[in-house]
């Protein structure tokens, strides 16, 4: 796969958060571009061989994970995630024509985006009715339709801009600094070196009828100094009480500390799967302890090997 044959599908229209996240991306400069309208239609492509790479957005600092995104990722599609980019959110409300705030009775926008907002949509429209939209892309060019589809909408301010639509208020967004983390998922293949600044993701089912099932999974990172950085329960959909957990982690299948961890995971939860270690967008070095380290993993195998050649 060289850089210039990529395909990347991605949630579109044109001028989503995600498109901004695509090209950040590994080869997202040059690839060429398929906006879909969901994020499961972005991750279909990828397993039907028309795209080479999926970007989604998976997880939000404000609202949390992605729910359609990490069902799909975890269960229903064989996909490995190989790259992460974050992309800093600010929302404007805009209309086609210049529109007084009192005046509007509809806002479309993404779920994500409206739970983003909620307090100024409060404050502000309080009895404007919320529109859904598949992302704040499709809102924005929403308005411009035959039929407009609310009389305003909350997108990225890059957007509006483009399609020249008239601004009524920026920085909308009820808490200032969030950030939107977007991976670039694609099928299973080779997985991206080590940097010593990664992430592993994994799904586990959380074994049913098992008193301390989850301490005992725990346990297995925090005796290798694993440190997690996100750890949701999801509903498998195979009835109430059946989950499974959503985890990023810091460290790379590479590394003893984080390959030992699973192993013994595996153990108590045969389905754990395993989804992909690739470089952090942060750059954050993972802290490692001595005990913990290449090193030890290297020096503790070589005196078992010892024992069991006698
Ligand atoms: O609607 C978009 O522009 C998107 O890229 C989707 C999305 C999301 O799913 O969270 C991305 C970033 C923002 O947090 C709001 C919406």
């Not at 190989?82 to 600010?90: C, R």
């Not at 939107?180 to 074994?207: Q, Y």
């Not at 440190?227 to 499974?244: A, K, Q, V």
């Not at 985890?247 to 395993?274: C, M, N, T, W, Y």
């Amino acid at each position: 796969m060289t850089a210039a044959t990529l395909t990347y599908s991605f949630l579109g229209p044109q001028g989503t958060f995600t498109e901004a996240a695509l090209e950040k991306m590994p080869g997202g400069d040059s690839c060429q571009r398929v906006p879909t309208a969901s994020v499961l239609s972005a991750l279909t492509m990828v397993d039907t061989g028309e795209a080479d790479g999926a970007v989604v957005p998976i997880e939000n600092s404000v609202e949390g994970g992605v729910t359609a995104t990490l069902d799909a990722v975890s269960v229903a599609h064989d996909l490995h995630i190989v790259a992460e980019a974050l992309v800093p959110i600010s929302f404007v409300l805009v209309s086609k024509e210049p529109l007084a705030l009192s005046a509007i009775r509809s806002v479309a926008t993404h779920s994500h985006a409206w739970a983003q907002v909620r307090r100024w949509a409060e404050a502000t429209v309080p009895t404007a009715e919320y529109v859904p939209a598949s992302s704040t892309a499709a809102a924005a060019h929403g308005l411009l339709a035959e039929h407009p589809i609310a009389d305003a909408a909350i997108c990225a301010p890059l957007v509006a801009q483009q399609l020249g639509l008239h601004i009524i208020a920026t920085g909308i967004e009820d808490v200032s600094g969030a950030v939107t983390r977007f991976v670039l998922t694609a099928k299973p293949g080779p997985i991206p070196a080590m940097t010593g600044a990664d992430k592993t993701t994994i799904m586990i089912p959380l074994p049913e009828d098992r008193p301390g099932a989850l301490m005992e999974i725990l346990e297995h990172f925090s005796t290798r100094g694993v440190n997690l950085c996100r750890i949701e329960s999801r509903p498998t959909g195979n009835g109430l009480g059946s989950y499974f957990f959503s985890i990023d982690l810091e460290g790379h299948i590479q590394e003893d500390r984080v390959a030992d961890a699973l192993a013994g995971i595996h153990r108590i939860s045969p389905k754990l799967r395993f989804l992909g270690s690739y470089p952090r967008a942060d750059k954050k070095p993972q802290q490692v302890l001595p005990e913990v380290s290449e090193a030890a993993f290297s020096a503790a195998k070589t005196w078992i090997a010892s024992l069991q050649d006698r």
